[in-house]
């Protein structure tokens, strides 16, 4: 997790601050910046939080090889039961999204390069890596969210906020912006998200072009092609794990598919597209998230 945003692109928020917030602190860790804010807390559950974080990614980072993680992706051990409860949530969030989200991606990433420069392997090379044993897992499009909650767990008080790379998750409530694909400084729409997590997802922030035609680093799972650069797609949900794994498979589903799984499973979801619109499920719309377009050169459809 050297470079979340490799994995995740999920850093199109731009939270507001709150002003019930006693304390702020940030730390570098799994690649990215993350900023702790806390209430009536005890300052020190930040540094519990932090030190939590530090624990999660030395059991699920797969850029260093002796992560837990790692050693099982290598055959050297069997996942500790933390682990094994995690990689199970996992994988039945993969059943549940016919596999649009894919925790064993490792073999399909590497083909692809996407951890690096990028590259455009052959149709063979591709078939090859998906159908290779064993099926690496990879945490890029988990961890964060899941570090999010564990973080979460070691601060008291009733207000609390954590900004990791992006993903924002409020005990309390807060006004948040998800910021146009392209320009993470410039937000779009806002929203007040309360007790819940607000992950996106999107092909923008790392892109590479290979023969004239360009990719972005999030791969479709049941195709094991590399998507276009297509907007962005964001998830409101109670938990930050499930909010990091679920923008991750909208952005795979794309807009309409996204917006019709979002709908059936009562899924707040919001689609910023290449050309400006933004669409909404009926589950971000009925909540009271007091939901507001800030560029008037982006509309909202009906």
């Excluded at 990215?32 to 974080?53: K, L, M, N, P, W």
């Excluded at 699920?60 to 682990?83: A, F, H, K, M, Y």
């Excluded at 949900?237 to 917006?259: F, H, K, N």
Aim: charged share 25%; glycine share 8%; proline share 5%.
């Amino acid at each position: 997790m050297r470079t979340a945003a490799i994995f995740f692109a999920a850093l199109a928020l731009l939270p507001a601050t709150s002003e019930a917030s006693s304390a702020r602190r940030a730390r570098y860790l799994m690649g990215t910046v993350c900023e702790v804010a806390v209430g009536s807390a005890d300052v020190s559950d930040i540094e519990g939080a932090f030190a939590e974080a530090a624990r999660v990614e030395s059991m699920l980072s797969t850029w260093t090889p002796d992560s837990e993680l790692s050693r099982v992706n290598r055959g050297e051990r069997i996942p500790s039961p933390e682990l094994s409860a995690l990689l199970e949530v996992a994988s039945q969030w993969s059943v549940r999204t016919d596999q649009a989200f894919d925790p064993r991606m490792g073999n399909l990433i590497a083909v692809w390069k996407t951890r690096t420069t990028g590259a455009l392997p052959a149709e063979d090379e591709i078939a090859k890596a998906m159908n290779a044993l064993p099926r690496r897992w990879e945490e890029g499009a988990f961890g964060k969210g899941y570090a999010i909650d564990r973080m979460l767990a070691q601060i008291g008080g009733s207000e609390a906020m954590i900004d990791f790379g992006g993903q924002v998750a409020v005990r309390g409530a807060l006004r948040v912006s998800i910021a146009d694909p392209v320009d993470r400084q410039r937000p779009i729409v806002a929203m007040t998200i309360e007790n819940a997590s607000l992950s996106t997802s999107s092909g923008s922030e790392k892109t590479f072009e290979v023969g004239g035609r360009r990719f972005s680093h999030i791969l479709d799972p049941r195709t094991g092609q590399a998507l276009p650069p297509r907007g962005s797609a964001s998830v409101i949900a109670p938990d930050a794990l499930t909010a990091d794994i679920l923008s991750t498979a909208l952005y795979v589903m794309g807009e309409d598919d996204g917006l019709r799984w979002a709908d059936a499973n009562g899924v707040a979801a919001v689609f910023i597209s290449p050309e400006n619109q933004i669409s909404f499920s009926d589950a971000a719309r009925g909540r009271a998230l007091r939901i507001e377009v800030l560029d008037r050169n982006f509309t909202s459809k009906d």
